[in-house]
């Protein structure tokens, strides 16, 4: 059975209107979805979240149901506006749970906002090394646009769509994410959303891959939880690059979820529920002391790290 759609409300920021879903009560969770996705990537879990916590799901600019102007499409600027957007809404301190594209917006958050900032949750997460789809790559090519145009008119996304859907039944881990997959392609019908999604891509990605990486200021993570989860058969960023989190921040804790690919909160919602509410369950809220990232930021890592467990759950 689908989950039920929530309800949508909207708030205008800086005159850009940006659409977001807030449902439940407790300690403040904030949802960031992925690339081409909205809000309603994370409906397998809003409810089961709400049942603990505030669970704020946005829209991020250019995306879903959120305004789609020429505008700052940065990891700086997306983050500016998960800030302004939790001020509007009294929120002053959050777990960021940040999926893809939004892992990297929920480690550039962190950053700039540690004050506000309990824990950090990357879920299949951008920014952790160069490795991604060709699918991703190829959105920063001249012509991108024109073609994806033609590829969106009526009839052609309509095969496209149920071709994609079709192939995501099959019994092969290559073909798990193309259900939602399918969705996001549907989403490029909107002019402004291609254009806003390739003024997103092209700060990350170039044809080599992603070029914005986390590992020169993952030291700060010291101060704070970091949960990291990842699906074992991801097609879109390798799993490989959860090791790769546990080594940048060996304090951090790292699961890989088997049966599970790009989307692991949608493949086992409840585990992947279970999963953060455990982490919060067992992780103090950090607690922002300016003179000890004074210090981080002035000498670096000040003593050698733990390594991170990186903990395979089996599918019992």
């Not at 250019?62 to 505008?71: E, I, L, N």
């Not at 700052?72 to 940040?98: C, H, K, P, Q, W």
């Amino acid at each position: 059975m689908s989950p039920k759609p929530h309800e949508v409300q909207h708030v205008t920021i800086h005159g850009h209107r940006r659409a977001f879903v807030k449902v439940g009560t407790g300690p403040a969770l904030l949802l960031l979805h992925g690339l081409g996705c909205s809000h309603s990537t994370w409906a397998p879990v809003i409810d089961l979240l709400a049942r603990r916590y505030t669970v704020i799901a946005p829209d991020l600019l250019g995306h879903g149901q959120s305004d789609k102007p020429r505008a700052d499409y940065s990891l700086g600027g997306f983050a500016n506006g998960m800030r302004d957007l939790l001020t509007v809404l009294g929120i002053e301190e959050v777990t960021v749970v940040g999926h893809s594209f939004g892992g990297g917006v929920a480690m550039q958050f962190a950053y700039q906002y540690p004050e506000r900032t309990e824990r950090l949750v990357l879920v299949a997460s951008g920014g952790l090394g160069p490795e991604v789809t060709p699918v991703i790559r190829a959105v920063t090519t001249p012509g991108f646009h024109q073609v994806m145009g033609v590829l969106t008119l009526p009839g052609i996304r309509h095969a496209g769509k149920q071709g994609m859907r079709l192939m995501s039944a099959l019994p092969s881990r290559h073909a798990r994410d193309l259900g939602e997959m399918a969705e996001i392609y549907d989403s490029f019908k909107d002019p402004a959303a291609r254009h806003a999604i390739r003024h997103v891509v092209r700060g990350v990605v170039d044809w080599k891959g992603q070029v914005v990486t986390m590992a020169d200021r993952a030291y700060l993570t010291e101060e704070m939880p970091m949960l990291v989860v990842w699906g074992r058969d991801d097609s879109v960023i390798p799993v490989r690059h959860a090791g790769r989190a546990g080594e940048l921040a060996p304090r951090s804790r790292v699961e890989v979820i088997p049966n599970a690919g790009h989307f692991p909160h949608k493949d086992h919602p409840e585990r992947f529920a279970k999963l953060l509410h455990d982490f919060i369950r067992t992780n103090q809220a950090a607690t922002y002391d300016r003179e000890r990232v004074r210090a981080l930021l002035a000498h670096g890592r000040s003593e050698p790290a733990p390594v991170a467990t990186v903990t395979d759950i089996t599918s019992a």
